[in-house]
């Protein structure tokens, strides 16, 4: 009999309630501290998630993206590979003779000042109450949940309870806060099939990394960053940079940050710097104009900001004058037309229109072009 399941999508939001109060689990071993070690089959961590006691957590994974409805309606729901989830589920469920290895799921209760942890180290308890979220074993708690459904919906005569019980997961539980869990993912990140960006993003030991998380949480690239992919896409309409592109540029620009004061200062220009560039192209703040410039204009376009950085570099020095952001408004003197003769080096003749060659060698190149032509302009 085959049965259509829907897993849940389990996204935290910062309002909601606690997801456990006062959960209990046995044969718990402390390891570290706000760090405990211990085993839970698979139906135990399938009801968990159904129950909604274990949450997706945004910030701590790969984020989120809108999908549409049938019906036209749209819903936020967790970026994930459905083939994956459907491969492990196969191999949980023992076809074709594949066999599943359990291996250790990561959890993380997050340190927001109102959540109790109690460890009994002599009956190796650990009692919780607060939100706990999951940080690594997305996928294959995904695959338990839908055979956990299954088994709801065709009895246990189907054996899917059996075969979840029988699946013994170590367990790592944690309770840090947001950031440091983002280290704690950035480290399964090294092994795992995600994004330059968002691996990055969650890497906040470089100071470029910092920088590139303020301006897209709190400066004049507020929301406009994708932390979740290397590209941009034509149908993007909030999004005009990748965090892996502007973190490269900024590593590439300021190669050397040496103190806590020199990353505020190059923090502060480039909030301004932004700001200002914004002001002279105000196509990069409407979606519609984004796109219309990107047919024809390298103004929008993601690879542009190697060549921002390295003006902003020139200008970063001349912060103290006056002088500077006159000058920056002279960008606009610059031919940045994709046919223009000046981009022969980066842009070729596609089938249907122009095509951005985007590598090493050709984003050195862009920006020393715009550094030249900058100059030129003044």
């Known amino acids: 009999m085959k049965v259509k399941v829907v897993t849940k999508e389990n996204i935290y939001k910062v309002a909601d309630k606690n997801t456990v109060d006062n959960e209990v689990f046995h044969n718990v071993k402390q390891v570290d501290d706000n760090i405990w070690y211990l085993f839970l089959n698979g139906y135990q961590i399938a009801e968990l998630w159904d129950q909604g006691k274990i949450v997706y957590y945004p910030e701590t994974q790969r984020g989120t993206k809108i999908k549409k409805l049938k019906n036209g309606e749209v819903k936020s729901v967790a970026i994930c590979n459905e083939k994956n989830i459907k491969e492990i589920q196969s191999a949980m469920k023992g076809e074709d003779d594949k066999k599943f290895y359990p291996s250790q799921i990561t959890l993380n209760l997050l340190e927001q000042n ?86 990055e993003s969650f890497d906040m030991s470089k100071a470029s990394n910092r920088i590139v998380n303020k301006l897209n949480n709190y400066g004049s690239l507020k929301g406009m960053i994708d932390e979740n ?60 104009l984004r796109s219309l410039s990107r047919e024809y204009s390298l103004i929008c376009e993601n690879i542009t900001f190697y060549g921002y950085l390295a003006i902003a570099r020139l200008l970063y020095v001349k912060r103290f004058q006056n002088t500077w952001e006159d000058e920056l408004k002279n960008i606009k003197k610059i031919d940045m037309d994709k046919e223009s003769e000046l981009w022969t080096a980066i842009i070729r003749p596609g089938k249907t229109g122009l095509v951005m060659i985007n590598n090493k060698q050709t984003r050195s190149i862009l920006s020393k072009i715009l550094e030249e032509e900058f100059y030129k302009v003044q």
Do not use: W
């Open 229 to 288: 992919k290397t590209s941009i896409s034509k149908n993007d309409e909030k999004h005009i940079v990748t965090f892996a592109t502007l973190n490269n540029a900024i590593k590439e620009s300021f190669p050397i940050i040496q103190s806590q004061k020199e990353e505020n200062d190059i923090y502060e220009f480039l909030d301004l710097f932004f700001k200002k560039l914004k002001e002279i192209f105000p196509e990069m703040i409407s979606y519609e």
């Open 114 to 199: 109102n959540e109790v942890v109690t460890y009994n180290s002599e009956d190796k308890t650990l009692e919780l109450t607060g939100v706990l979220t999951m940080l690594d074993g997305n996928h294959r708690t995904r695959a338990m949940h839908r055979l956990y459904l299954h088994s709801k919906v065709l009895g246990e005569d189907c054996g899917y309870k059996e075969k979840l019980e029988k699946l013994e997961f170590p367990i790592l539980l944690t309770h840090f806060q947001p950031d440091e869990a983002k280290s704690v993912f950035s480290q399964f990140a090294k092994g795992l099939k995600i994004s330059t960006s968002k691996a």
